[in-house]
């Protein structure tokens, strides 16, 4: 089935979608998270079309992903992962959903949790590793199994995807592609050429350079709720080591488009899974969400993925709101 977005669908109920698994509670190699199990019932609509996942653990760029979707605003909330706060846009296989017409008002309410499958789940969602520790599955760590090719830039059916799925329109494509070919040229300008001949450096698109030494910290204790203001790139960049990172935080093209605005501080996060080994990461300097800031994919051939943003305080200044 191929769906829109903007479309309804409804949510298979808790068994139909059990059955589709495997042992492992997979389809496609992709889990059926226990987080997932409250939605089973309900309606809601497309928000993106999933063709494709951009891949943030080898960084082998656009991979393939094969009938899927994510839901409007529906994103995973760590409850039954030692409440890893990465709030991860979910992903749910077309095998899942039904289409479904608008829901009436009186079925806006949740259907009860199926508690038997939710045990079942949650029991396929951990493992005990060697050391003791608990290491997790879930929709991040599993995804590279889940979206095993990679999605060459020079793939145009993506781009064909991209805008009859209603994920963009076609000034979008037209944008990534072409920032996608400035970035293969510097990448290739960079091994190829010598330094005097590099364009800007031969640095990538957003042309962001950190430099030498220890990054500075802020801790600044924002709260969730305050209204902050998001630094200028050249602020911000100051912060930043070669890599792009303030104590092992990293900033990119995607985040400057942000720069200058306003946002609400959502929540403070300190706790996440690990997408490589599993394990849960406990930073040693929150870092800060801020309401509706999520990777647009601009310049990552508009990936649908909406991973959301993570600030360090030191590049955000508190916005003084009338008493």
Known sequence: MDYRVGQWVEVLGAEEIMATLDDDGNLDALPFMPEMVQYCGRRLRVGKVATKVCDTMTRSGMRRMDDAVHLLGVRCDGGEHSGCQASCLIYWKTAWLKPADPPDVAELD?????????????ERSRVRAADGEEVYRCQATEILRAAPDVLPLRNMRQYVHDVQSGNVGFPAVLRAFLIGLFNRYQEHSRRVL??????RGGLTWGFLRGSEGPTPTGQ??????ELVRIKSKDEIVKTLNVDLLNRGL??????????????????????IVDENTGRMLR????CIVLEGVVCEGAFSANCPRAITAYWREIWLERVETPA
């Not at 600044?220 to 709720?225: A, N």
């Open 250 to 271: 990293g900033f990119d093209a995607e985040m400057a488009r942000f720069c200058g605005q306003t946002a609400r501080v959502l929540r403070r996060v300190d706790t």
């Open 220 to 225: 600044t204790g924002l709260q969730p709720g």
């Open 110 to 122: 949740a259907p009860e949790l199926d508690h038997k499958v939710f045990v079942q789940l949650t």
């Open 283 to 286: 930073m040693k300097s929150p």
């Open 194 to 199: 010598p330094s005097w001949m590099l364009l």
